[in-house]
């Protein structure tokens, strides 16, 4: 069966998509991962055959339901899961409002559900379809799990304390302007009552927090004793956190790899409000949720994770008798803690089998003959390649100079490097059937049998 699976942003979605390629074409199935616009033109051009085409989220906005309905006509099954998935807040009723809609709904043919939470207030909001409501849990989570510590295995000289960034407002790659017009595109400032005073007032409390955790991280790396770690989302800027934090000892700024790496190999989590938390939730580490201020639109669910602390002093006593506990518990045998009750309405763990097995089996149910034809991979792989020259011509000619960005979700894929995370999924799932993994272009990756 031919699988489409479309990345947006890599530094979140790629080694959970290579998750599920990895297993989807040990079971036969040819598998491509790439951006949307390669994989949509392939099929409107007849290069890439029917298929499932699976998309990170059903948000309402009419470019995307267009390009949806484009994809249906092709004859591809659209299926989803939302890769925000609404784990930071109790509740997903705000989520549905934002993220889904009934004829978003409508369009899949199935939309996977990271675990209670979320199936429920979906089958309760789209009763029309709640046959094609599936609770499978995340991917990502599957990740998480002990059998795929070794996946993010790395050694570091020196223990570090990770600090995510997750405050948006003027550190991200887009304006104010540019977020407000997506969210109008929408409909999301018409549909969700005072959603714009909201965010203008969240975006007011990020501005102050990032203030706080700057003046925390100077205060901090006056240590000798560990490192830190800052880690900004993906959709913030970088060299902006540069310039606030220029020349701070102990500092480093990073942006390599899945945060799960920086989780895995850290001795604490310092953070507001980030999805971090249930991360290192999973790989038992501690959590500190700093909250200097009462903030009238945090992340209620992310913060309740942490030991809450409210000042620098507290904050650099709590880390110090974490790090004494860690060294300590590095000579000791490591205790097997449960998962916090919070997080069992919010995430579906089944121990006997991977959410990528369990969507894979889903897309199999779907297996039709139009679903099996050999797709014309040379004329695709030449397509992708006039796009490329097509994209830097366009560039090139253009009138108006733009701010340029690069393409910030999803750089050019590092080959050795992704082939290295393949080879150890197949390790990890004791895959026996030798796999092939072609490059298409920069940004496209088939996966099948050899």
């Known amino acids: 069966m031919n699988i489409y ?25 040819e598998v491509i991962v790439s951006d949307t616009e390669s994989i949509f033109k392939g099929l409107n051009r007849k290069f890439l055959r029917p298929g499932i085409f699976h998309v990170k989220s059903l948000t309402p906005g009419e470019a995307k339901i267009d390009r949806h309905n484009a994809i249906i006509n092709n004859g591809c099954k659209l299926t ?3 890769e925000e998935g609404g784990l930071v807040d109790y509740g997903y009723e705000r989520m ?3 993220r889904y809609s009934a004829l978003t709904v409508k369009q899949a043919s199935a939309v996977f559900a990271w675990g209670p939470d979320d199936f429920n207030a979906l089958k309760k909001s ?23 510590y070794d996946y993010w295995k790395k050694n570091f000289k020196k223990p570090y304390l990770l600090i995510p960034s997750n405050f948006g407002a003027g550190l991200s790659f887009l304006s104010f302007y540019e977020k407000m017009k997506i969210r109008k595109k929408r409909g999301q400032l018409d549909k969700i009552p005072k ?9 007011a409390e990020q501005f102050k927090l ?18 830190i770690v800052l880690r900004p989302h993906p959709t913030e800027n970088i060299e902006i956190w540069k310039i606030l934090i220029d020349n701070i000892p102990n500092l480093t700024v990073i942006r390599e790899d899945n945060i799960s790496l920086w989780v895995k190999n850290a001795f604490a989590i310092m953070h507001n409000g980030c999805t971090t938390a249930l991360e290192a939730s999973f790989f038992k580490k501690p959590i500190i949720t ?12 992310a913060n309740d994770l942490g030991q809450k602390v409210t000042s620098i002093n507290g904050l650099s006593k709590k880390i110090d008798n974490i790090l004494f506990s860690y060294l300590k518990k590095k000579k000791q045998k490591k205790i097997n803690q449960p998962l916090p009750k919070i997080l069992v309405n919010k995430i579906f763990v089944d121990e006997k089998e991977t959410a990528a097995k369990k969507m894979i089996k889903v897309w199999e149910s779907f297996s039709e003959d139009n679903l099996l034809k050999p797709n014309n991979w040379f004329l695709f792989k030449c397509s992708l390649k006039i796009m490329k020259l097509n994209g830097m011509r366009s560039q090139m000619f253009k009138r108006k100079p733009k701010i340029n960005r690069g393409n910030f979700k999803f750089p050019p894929f590092e080959r050795e490097k992704i082939l290295f995370k393949i080879d150890k ?11 092939n993994c072609e490059f298409l272009s920069d940004r496209t990756l088939l996966i099948k049998k050899k």
Do not use: C
């Open 5 to 29: 699976i479309s990345i947006e942003t890599v530094l979140r979605e790629l080694d959970s998509k290579l998750l599920l390629a990895v297993v989807a074409a040990s079971r036969g199935h």
């Open 290 to 301: 700093y909250a200097p201020f009462k903030a009238y639109h945090d992340r209620k669910l």
């Open 126 to 148: 789209f009763r029309n379809h709640y046959k094609k409501i599936y609770m499978t849990g995340s991917p990502r989570v599957d990740l998480w799990r002990p059998n795929f």
């Open 195 to 203: 959603h714009l005073d909201n965010l203008i007032q969240r975006e």
């Open 80 to 82: 989803s899961i939302d």
């Open 96 to 98: 549905i409002k934002q």
């Open 210 to 227: 990032i203030s706080y955790f700057i003046k925390a991280i100077k205060y901090l790396s006056k240590t000798k004793k560990y490192n």
């Open 425 to 435: 999924l197949i390790k990890i799932l004791k895959i026996e059937q030798k796999l």
